[in-house]
């Protein structure tokens, strides 16, 4: 047994997003949000569950910080609910909305714990989709506005944001698979969104810049090292392509003002609505990277598909890592790899771990008792993971396991458990879970026996 350290300073945290965890879907002004639309729409989510309650956090953030700080944790990532700020996505904000986050920011200061929020986590006003949702180019400059505000809101006391959480996921799961909110279907309104998204990525960068030029800006990147199914060189060359589209896309635009290789004839910028000048608004000197990480992807050639040449066929090789209860496999490798990538890719820039957790349904035993042993396998081997990429040469400046609680999982409801506490959706009550207690001790020591 050895001691895995991390740096001094290093931030220990959470993550949670508005929708999956505050309930509180229509008080005190909230527009409609394109997921209230989604969830209250039969057959789109498991078992008819919704964000309605979720776990009531709008009204009981004051016991989840309180929580917190008796865990030790050192930063928190939320999100900020666009429509509580603007119930239609334009226009004066709606001041009950950036109180309450307002008093959150305070309320977490106190408590010694960095505020870490997101601008967007997946909960778009249903009014700005009414208006053609992200394929409507419009929506980078309403989000820059929207950045604004809250930047003027919230800025002389949050000193770091997150822009976007994982632009290549909501935008493919939303717009081209169907399976999140809004629940299209459309191969070209997925590509416009993916433009307005870099868009809405660049300027809403500026839009906080200039209004605290020494905030802290990135954005949560979901990323998955991308491996070949095979030794042969096209599922190699495939995997990179994979690699460009899901891990890149949203990274290359801002640092370096171009689209990665991804598409096998070059990305299709007529069918994106690509502008002259485009290419300069997306840039964005992110101040740090933030990644959120689950596992591996394996890749294979497909010359038959014009687009990519590539498709995914799983995050696992048979028989190798164990499964979470989601089906996702349990590979802490991936972590190192992802990591050290970027790290090469981009030269070492401070990254942030904005979200990395698994999803396992253990509940109370007879004593009260949550009993994840394997989320604590989970932890100790993507740590272990983290640290030896920081030993690398990688500038990690914090970890955040997805997720505080328990919560609503989105497309499956409430049937995947994240949390390093156990929430009862009847009662609300919150037990800390075995892993919850395990993880205090590593932010306690900076550490842990591996
Ligand atoms: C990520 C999301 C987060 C959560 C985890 C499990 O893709 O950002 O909201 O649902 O997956």
Redesign the pocket.
Known sequence: MSRVRFPDGFHWGS?T?SY?IEGAWDADGKGESIWDRFAHTPGRVRNGDTGDVACDSYRRWRDDIALMKGLGHTSYRFSIAWPRIQPAGKGAPNSKGLEHYGRLVDALLAAGIRPLPTLY??DLPQALEDDGGWPNRDLAGRFADYAEIVTKALGDRVKHWILL??PA?FTTIGYLAGHHAPGRKSRDDFLRATHTVNLAQGLSFRAVKSVHPNACVGT?F?MSPCEPESDDAADAAAAERWHAFFNDWYLSTALRGRYPDAFVSGPPLDRMDVRDGDMDLVRAELDFIGI?L?TRTIVRAQPRDPNLGATPVGSARDGQGPRTD?GWEVWPDSLHEMVLRVTKDYGPRPIEIT?N?C?YADGPDANGTVRDERRIDFLRGYLGALARAIEAGADVRGYHA??LLDNF??AEGMA?R?GLVHVDFASQKRTIKESGRWYARVAAENGFDG
């Open positions: 993550a997003a999956q986590h997946w959480n994982e996921i949560a979901s959120n689950y989601f979200e957790g999803s997805w997720s999982e989105w995947q994240f």
